[in-house]
């Protein structure tokens, strides 16, 4: 039996668990990648599995980082059910259709663009369509109901008290005739809060996998938060302005709607004039108005005596962009509710474009902000952000409550954990990186079983309560010498068989090099100006001697600069999204400075290639991007296989079958390359100059061993 973490490790988004046993696979979540631009760029490209292969999926939540990648699946191939809660059914229609429409509209300006250039088109990740296809796989249950879903899989959903419909996991499966409970608690509430029952306690898992968005936080308290509500909305409405809450269309808008209706109800702040403003929140309130039966207690009275929060004299909900519009013109007295809740998406901005200069007015976060998005700059304190490509100052006051937020916070988690009498291995997931792992310490200090943070795309063979990381077993004899510095990655089929990052990309400012960092090539860009001229149906570039300036020929072949020629002709149309060719003092932030050591013996930033540069952008590229663009070499898509035999004859490696594309440059090693049977994928990516080699040989070994062994990477 074995669980993958394809998504929400090292992260807060793109949730998706991979649990193999017997002959089956299934998934649970399979979400969207956001935030960052690197970790933006997984929801593009293949899976790390065979979509057609996956039996079924168990899916917790209709929040778009859990459910919005289900359509991609679905295009991709995926026949099988998908299970959840008849109320995350009827969310995800709407909310995977808004994604769908999302995807089409991002894609179709990028489009105009390219249009123009002449430059070919991109497809969305999914669309519309594909969104209404996924809606035929869902399998409704209830809470508490308990359903063999597959041969050796039963599953049973409980209340997570995080937003409506959100459930908790418990799945026994049964392997060779012995049964291991999983317990996916998905994402948890907090106890007591608005319109949500209470989450469930469970009490039995062997292996448990448990989010940590706030595992080490603390909210404020329900008294603190409404008091603290009421006093930024009697100071936002006595100042004349108009105060702005960014919130996710689904959970958040109904909280701060409730909250709303109680403090007036109360008299403690003035009758309002709100409005929403978000199609898709006022869709996903209409799910909520019609599943009454799940609210919790008091908010099922509030609706029987007619106060209900969804609806009233002072509760508007905008409908068109005119509407929308309309609201710009008003200065003062308005409490404007609309999407995204990080502010870097939506019709927010537009509100934020014409309020945030303004003193009288007032923003109120009331979730998560993740980092690099405006509403986290916003938080931090910036007197200026630049929204749809102006600079606006910030003058109006930015208030943040915590309190709101759908996810327990430590001491939440922490007493939802403590209700369990037999809890075997924890997985922390879910958190960013400093949050998963101090929650993971206090976890095993107070509960004293074990616990881990798992790896993006880390794999672990389970047996009862035992769980061994089988990028650990299998190379734990790999070794990297002390002063190397880069990524390593071993991909064989679409399985992400290792991976580790080593070093500092930025030792300025101390940034670690992380698995999405793009790294300089150095001269294996020639093999992609090579690449690029075979594509354009020049024989002459598959001759047998690889050296020569290719980049020379591609600019007389095309009397275009070679590394446009690239970019159109190869990282295009292999979607390598991270890759690109950058001026060495305008990289991307995901990018690695070279270090070079002088003869001195002292380690300097790479100013040698700074200078022999010419001018000449350098290309950068990630090592999944490398890993992919094997793989479609591998698989004959990008050209006829004979071509790529051909293409590749000069780069074999000693070992039979392997190849070696090798790049270098002063402060730069770059090695990629691997087998075309049984693809088997080795990138080892260096901004030093140490042990890239040595690190090559042993990752290409031990994936030639693993092919032979087979048994521990079964499936
Ligand atoms: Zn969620
Ligand atoms: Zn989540």
């Known amino acids: 039996m074995r669980i993958q973490f394809l998504g929400a490790a090292g992260c807060t988004s793109g949730s998706c668990y991979l649990l193999a046993f017997g002959d089956k696979q299934v998934l649970v979540d399979c979400g969207l990648f956001q935030g960052p631009e690197e970790l933006k760029q997984r929801n593009y490209g293949d899976f790390p599995f065979v979509p057609s292969e996956i039996d079924a999926v168990i899916l917790t939540h209709a ?86 879903v597959l041969p050796g899989l039963r599953l049973r959903f409980r209340d997570a008290g995080h937003i409506l419909g959100a459930a908790i996991a418990e799945l026994w499966v049964t392997e060779e005739g012995e049964t291991t409970k999983f317990v996916f608690s998905g994402d948890l509430g907090n106890v007591g809060q608005p319109i949500l029952q209470d989450p469930t306690y469970i009490t039995e898992a062997d292996v448990l996998v448990i989010e940590s968005t706030y595992g080490t936080r603390l909210h404020e308290q329900r008294e603190e938060r409404l008091e603290h509500l009421a006093d930024v909305v009697n100071r936002t409405m006595e100042r004349g302005g108009n105060l702005l809450i960014p919130a996710f269309a689904l959970g958040r808008t109904q909280d701060v709607l409730y909250a709303l209706r109680v403090l007036q109800d109360q008299g403690a702040i003035p009758p309002l004039t709100i409005y929403i403003d978000s199609p898709l929140a006022s869709k996903a309130t209409e799910v909520f108005r019609k599943h009454t039966q799940v609210f919790d207690y008091e908010t099922r009275a509030m609706v029987r005596e007619d106060r209900s929060p969804f609806q009233g004299p002072g509760v ?75 600079q606006v100052k910030v003058r109006a006051e930015i ?82 010498e002390e002063d190397f510095s880069g990524v390593c990655q071993v991909v064989q089929g679409a399985e992400v068989q290792f991976r580790g990052a080593y070093g500092l990309a930025q030792r300025r400012f101390k940034i670690p090099n992380s698995i999405f960092t793009a790294f300089n090539l150095g001269s294996a860009r020639q093999f992609f100006a090579r690449l690029a001229l075979v594509r354009l149906g020049h024989e002459a570039a598959l001759v047998s001697a690889p050296a020569g300036d290719w980049e020379q020929q ?100 000693k070992r039979p079958g392997a190849y070696r594309i090798e790049g270098q440059a002063p402060g730069v090693r770059a090695l990629f390359g691997g087998t075309l049977e049984e693809p088997l994928t080795v990138v080892v990516l260096s901004n030093g100059e140490q042990g890239a080699l040595h690190a090559f040989e042993q990752l290409l070994a031990l994936g030639k061993a693993g092919e032979a062994s087979g048994s521990t990477f079964g499936q």
């Open 316 to 390: 508007h909900y905008t409908e068109t962009v005119e509407d929308s519009k309309r609201l710009n013109s008003i200065s003062g007295g308005l409490v404007i509710i609309s999407a995204s809740g990080m502010a870097d998406a939506g019709r927010i901005k537009h509100h934020l474009k014409h309020n945030l200069w303004r003193p009288q007015a007032a923003v109120l976060l009331v979730g998560y902000q993740a980092e690099g998005t405006l509403g986290r700059r916003l938080q931090d304190g910036a007197e200026e952000v630049r929204i749809h490509g102006e």
């Open 399 to 480: 208030a943040t409550i915590s309190g709101f937020s759908a996810h327990a916070d430590q001491a939440g988690l922490l007493s939802w954990l403590r209700r369990f009498r037999h809890l075997g291995h924890v997985f922390v997931t879910h958190g960013e990186k400093e949050s998963a792992e101090g929650f993971a310490e206090l976890i095993e200090g107070e509960l004293k079983v074990p616990v881990v943070v798992p790896r993006l795309d880390e794999s672990y063979e389970l047996k009862g309560t035992q769980a061994v990381s089988t990028w650990d077993t299998h190379y734990r004899s790999f070794s990297v």
């Open 63 to 148: 929040h778009i980082d859990h459910s919005g990648l289900l359509p991609k699946l679905t295009r991709l191939g995926f026949k099988g059910p998908i299970y959840a809660t008849a109320v995350t059914a009827d969310l995800c229609a709407v909310m995977l259709a808004d994604s769908g429409h999302i995807q089409e509209m991002e894609v179709e300006r990028k489009n105009r663009k390219l249009a123009r250039r002449g430059q070919p088109l991109l497809t969305p990740i999914y669309t519309v369509e594909d969104a209404a296809k996924t809606m035929e796989h869902f399998k409704r249950m209830v809470y508490d109901e308990e359903l063999e």
């Open 554 to 653: 591609l600019a007389e072949v095309t009397g275009q600069a070679p590394w446009e020629v690239v970019q159109r002709e190869v990282l295009q149309p292999a979607q390598l999204r991270s890759s690109g060719y950058f001026y060495l003092d305008q990289l991307p932030v995901w990018a690695a400075s070279g270090y070079t050591t002088t003869s001195a013996g002292r380690l300097v930033e790479n100013i040698y290639a700074l200078a022999g540069a010419e001018e000449k952008p350098q290309l950068f590229a990630s090592a999944p991007d490398l890993a992919r663009l094997w793989q479609l070499l591998a698989a004959g898509e990008f050209l006829p296989l004979e071509e790529v035999r051909r293409l590749l004859a000069p780069y074999r490696a």
